[in-house]
């Protein structure tokens, strides 16, 4: 079964870290761009980070630029967001997601949602007010 499983949300507090794991089984993360995705209560999915198959381009977005890092072990088979100096606003189910493209679209389309192939179940992060 062909499958991405996201690992690392929680409860923390402003101003601290997780790290997210987006795991695949079922086939390998190499050859894919993997974009992560957030979904707040009542509002649209926004883009979050993208990290290209080779890992040599990422893409932030604005919000989280500066705080958030994208990474990528594929031997692991494993791409990571560690996320730092969290904001309530932070607050939102993360996904991962895998696009079978070229490199250069997660610094062209990285939030196109209609590129990625695979999608996690999601987990959830709460930085409280």
């Known amino acids: 079964q062909l499958q991405l499983v996201e690992s690392g949300g929680g409860l923390v507090q402003p101003g601290g870290s997780l790290r997210l794991s987006c795991a695949a089984s079922?086939?390998?993360?190499?050859?894919?761009?993997i974009g992560w995705f957030r979904q707040a209560p009542g509002k649209e999915r926004e883009g979050v980070s993208c990290?290209?198959?080779?890992?040599?381009?990422?893409k932030y977005a604005d919000s989280v630029k500066g705080r958030f890092t994208i990474s990528r072990d594929n031997a692991q088979n494993t791409v990571y967001l560690q996320m730092n100096r969290l904001k309530p606003e932070d607050t939102a189910v993360y996904y991962c997601?895998?696009?079978?493209?070229?490199?250069?679209?997660?610094?062209?389309?990285?939030?196109?949602?209609?590129?990625?192939?695979?999608w996690g179940q999601g987990t959830q992060v709460t930085v409280p007010s």
């Open positions: 997601a895998a696009a079978k493209v070229p490199d250069y679209y997660c610094s062209a389309y990285p939030w196109s949602g209609n590129i990625y192939d695979y």
């Open positions: 990290i290209a198959s080779r890992g040599g381009r990422t």
């Open positions: 079922g086939f390998t993360l190499d050859v894919y761009n």
